[in-house]
């Protein structure tokens, strides 16, 4: 067997020595190689959605780094808890691995128990997109802005309708903490998913509605909707002459919300597992291709770190929680 010595040296006589640092950054903990097999990439959503594509336009640039296909294993359902338990259980060798989302903090926050420590049992990789919520009227709604909203719902107590999503959804916990940072007394109304919320919209049964911007899209586009203002901390690149809502300033100033995705491993997958993972994610966000693509999906690619990914989670588990113990919505 040649020694470290000799197989630098026979490295160096083939002209390969550049190949070492590849070689190493190849290795597992141990010494294994990684990736040594396809990786799967578990989505707690159904096929066609923002999680889904998300995962799937990363997965492609992926599979070209890691030189392994990289699989989608759609596991909706039970607010992302059957796929959370599935990643968590699996072997801690990078090979599986969770879309997590804004959707699993709110989990995290919700439910009494679950099979899962969703800040402890996974290990974090990184962001890999954010999408905006958005205020929306109905396009011949009285309330032309924001500001014409907020002085209805202050002159009128308990009069203003704001539709969203079911109960317990981001958009749901979005439009209860626009509620109370706004000081407004206005009655959040859950409806079961975004179409009958613009289906309420347009027929005036709601003056307004709460929702993730990209399935409204179609409808501002067609202008049966319009959008009053995001929530994010800034203005969405696709509607740049909508104000955000914490442009208006006073309780507002400091609010923002927004729904993101990113990945996450079982904890106790080795560091340069992870290390390794992290780079080629954050390279594969960085891709002009990529990041056009999630556009199109009104989606911007946003990588991060791990330290920072685990930080945006244990800060949204709080939020929402607190968001929850407010508005007295029961925890299942």
Avoid: C, Y
Avoid at 185 to 212: E, W, Y
Avoid at 295 to 310: D, H, I, W, Y
Wanted: glycine share 10%; hydrophobic share 50%; proline share 7%.
């Amino acid at each position: 067997m040649l020694d470290k010595r000799r197989f630098l040296g026979a490295l160096a006589s083939l002209g390969l020595e550049g190949a070492l640092p590849r070689l190493a950054a190849a290795q597992g903990a141990g010494g294994a190689a990684f990736p040594a097999r396809p990786l799967k990439i578990v989505v707690p959503n159904a096929a066609g959605g923002a999680a889904d594509l998300t995962a799937r336009t990363v997965a492609q640039r992926l599979a070209v780094s890691l030189g392994q296909s990289v699989i989608i294993d759609n596991r909706p359902g039970a607010g992302g808890v059957v796929a959370g338990e599935l990643v968590a259980k699996a072997d801690p060798d990078g090979h599986t691995l969770l879309l997590v989302s804004s959707g699993t903090a709110v989990s995290a926050a919700l439910f009494r128990s679950l099979p899962f420590d969703t800040l402890k049992d996974f290990a974090w990789i990184s962001t890999l997109a954010t999408f905006d919520l958005a205020i929306v009227v109905a396009e011949g709604s009285r309330f032309k802005t924001l500001a014409d909203l907020l002085a209805h719902a202050q002159s009128s107590p308990g009069r203003l309708n704001i539709g969203t999503p079911n109960v317990g959804t981001t958009q749901n916990l979005a439009a209860e903490l626009f509620k109370s940072s706004a000081g407004i007394d206005a009655q959040v109304v859950p409806f079961n998913g975004t179409p009958p919320v613009v289906t309420a919209l347009r027929g005036g049964q709601i003056d307004a509605g709460i929702d993730i911007l990209g399935p409204l899209m179609p409808q501002v586009a067609s202008r049966a909707l319009r959008v009053l203002a995001v929530l994010g901390a800034v203005r969405a690149p696709q509607l740049p002459e909508v104000p955000a809502v914490r442009e208006s300033g006073a309780a507002l100033a400091g609010f923002k919300v927004s729904s993101w995705n990113g990945l996450a491993a079982p904890a106790r997958t080795p560091g340069d597992v992870l290390a390794r993972l992290n780079r080629e994610v954050q390279a594969a966000v960085a891709q002009p291709e990529v990041r056009k693509r999630l556009l199109a999906l009104n989606l911007v690619a946003q990588g991060s770190s791990p330290e920072r990914l685990g930080s945006l989670m244990v800060a949204e588990v709080k939020r929402w929680s607190d968001v929850i113990s407010r508005a007295r919505i029961p925890r299942q």
